[in-house]
């Protein structure tokens, strides 16, 4: 029955003394709770439209896309833990019925307590690794941003109540990142310079994000300043990376940006693709794009051959010394901007500031590096072998990638496999809505400064010139308001526009809503 007519429907059937009738109303009234006492009405259904027309999306989502779920039933409220004690407002009570074996799919969640009661049979529980074994009567809570996952030993029924927790309800929002400085053979002090930090010298590089291991960022801002990039991802990939990302690579953070300032020649390497990473290393290939931020006159970059060699010409080439003979040679300006694929053959000559956008890998064979020493006065290992069994000795016509860069507009430079870059320039502030692309997206400032600000939270940002910051996919709808004429950013992401179908379209709905 309908909100309307519940209540004067029960009176009715009080009147007329039928108990053989099963009565179920809709929203909780302040008449319900007592004719649910009095046994007048059997159950009351609360309605939450926003809830339904997400649920109706999620059943068809299911039906269409995935296996259908455990059966899932809604009960008649009865409270265990009110609000008053837990901080925490139920969202949902539910019975979860599991055949002997049956399991769950990992789940996490960022804002909400699961709370489980074991009605029948034995289960396990896998929190955070560590497997509770559970029997009726027992009681489970899950803490927000844990995982869990359930393994059905026999038939089971459970009561399951999943928590908002209003306290300290946890959101996500523009995350800043400690720089990472790394020594180089080639590097000065541009860098520090730069970014306002404590000057030091032969700094090459600066890991603006990245989960590498060799130098993970952490988080500067916000509820997680302090947490490393890859534990926080680890827990939330989907909300973060994007479900699409999340599950093409397995939950993992698939790009690393950086800043590189070369006070003298780079060597002359090459990346492994990620056939050959992964049989030679059992690690990502390296892809790479380079932004040019500024560069002194007369500079410039190898990227590429400009006459085809054979694996025997070029290894007569690294053996006399004449290598760079062979290389296609770009003079370079701000602004300008290359693709590297695995296999290229590339070099960064001395006197250029440039962003590096990359795979997460740091696999780098080195071909030629000019006789000199390292920091260490030990010469520095060429990889001359390994590098002829990753080039591409094609020469192609071009190698720069033009792009046209409108102010006020996000400026498409580079769509690749691995990852997409835009230019945004700006005089006025704008709207970008990344949703329909599924993804995180990595801001870096590279000239002035702006705020980005969230537009479903409200949250927002300073984004200052030489630092960037990560966009979790989740609230990937915001506007960038520069602060400064000719504020430009680069924006990283994974790109999965291109997917236009049901499945896609329902991702989205069920990634806004937050299921």
């Known amino acids: 029955m309908a909100t309307a007519s519940s209540v004067i429907a029960c009176e009715y059937v009080k009147e007329r003394g039928n108990r053989d009738m099963t009565v179920i109303t809709t929203d909780l009234l302040a008449e319900p709770p007592e004719l649910l006492r009095q046994k007048i009405a059997n159950a009351v259904i609360f309605q939450n439209p926003f809830k339904q027309g997400k649920n109706v999306v999620r059943m068809l989502y299911n039906h269409l896309i995935r296996q259908p779920n455990a059966d899932v039933k809604l009960l008649a409220p009865r409270v265990l833990l009110s609000s008053k004690e837990s901080g925490c407002s139920i969202t949902q009570v539910a019975v979860i019925e599991l055949k002997a074996g049956e399991r769950s799919a990992q789940h996490i969640h960022p804002d909400l307590q699961d709370l489980f009661y074991i009605l029948e049979g034995q289960i396990d529980i896998t929190i955070d690794k560590q497997v509770h074994h559970c ?18 030993i026999t038939d089971v029924r459970m009561l399951a109540m999943g928590c908002v927790i209003e306290s300290q309800r946890t959101k996500l929002y523009p995350m800043l990142l ?5 020594t180089m053979v080639w590097g000065g ?27 993970p960022s952490v988080i500067a801002n916000g509820t997680y300043a302090g947490y490393p990039l890859a534990d926080v991802v680890s827990k939330m ?43 030679v290393h059992q690690q990502m290939g390296k892809s790479e794009m380079w932004y ?4 002194e006159p007369d ?20 053996a006399d010394g004449t290598i760079l003979d062979a ?22 000559g001395k006197g250029v500031l440039l962003v590096e956008v990359q795979q997460t890998s740091d696999l780098t064979y080195r071909i030629y590096d000019y006789n000199r020493p390292g920091l260490d006065g030990q010469p520095r290992a060429l990889h001359t072998e390994l590098a002829a069994q990753a080039l591409d000795f094609r020469v192609y016509p ?22 997409s870059v835009r230019v945004v320039s700006l005089n006025n502030p704008i709207r970008r809505n990344m949703v329909d692309y599924d993804s995180f997206v990595i801001s870096t400032c590279v000239h002035g400064a702006c705020t980005i600000r969230i537009r479903s939270t409200h949250d927002e940002i300073e984004l200052q010139e030489g630092f960037s910051c990560l966009i979790p996919a989740a609230i990937a709808d915001y506007d960038i308001v520069p602060k400064t004429e000719g504020t430009k950013l680069l924006e990283a992401y994974i790109n999965n526009s291109s997917q236009k179908t049901l499945r896609r379209l329902i991702s989205q709905f069920l990634h806004l809503s937050g299921m």
């Open 299 to 318: 500079s410039y970059i190898y990227a590429g051959f400009k006459e085809e060699l054979s694996p025997e010409q070029y290894a007569a080439r690294v």
């Open 237 to 279: 990939p989907e909300a973060i990376l994007g479900r699409a990302v999340a599950k093409q690579y397995n939950g993992q953070f698939p790009l690393l940006v950086k800043f590189i300032d070369t006070k003298e020649d780079l060597s002359v390497q090459v990346h492994p693709d990620n056939e050959m990473a992964m049989r």
């Open 189 to 215: 002090q541009r860098l520090t310079e730069w970014k306002n930090l404590p000057l030091q010298q032969h700094i090459g590089e600066s890991w603006e994000v990245s989960t590498h291991p060799l130098l």
């Open 292 to 295: 040019v931020v500024d560069a």
């Open 178 to 182: 400690d720089p990472n400085l790394r």
């Open 135 to 152: 029997q009726q009567d027992d009681f489970v809570f899950v803490e927000h941003l844990h995982t869990y996952e359930l393994h059905a």
């Open 327 to 348: 290389l296609a040679k770009h003079e370079i300006h701000a602004g300008d901007v290359f693709y590297i694929p695995a296999g290229r053959v590339h070099a960064i």
């Open 398 to 419: 071009e190698y720069r990638n033009k792009y046209k860069d409108s102010i006020d507009t996000a400026n498409n430079c580079l769509d690749t496999e691995h990852f």
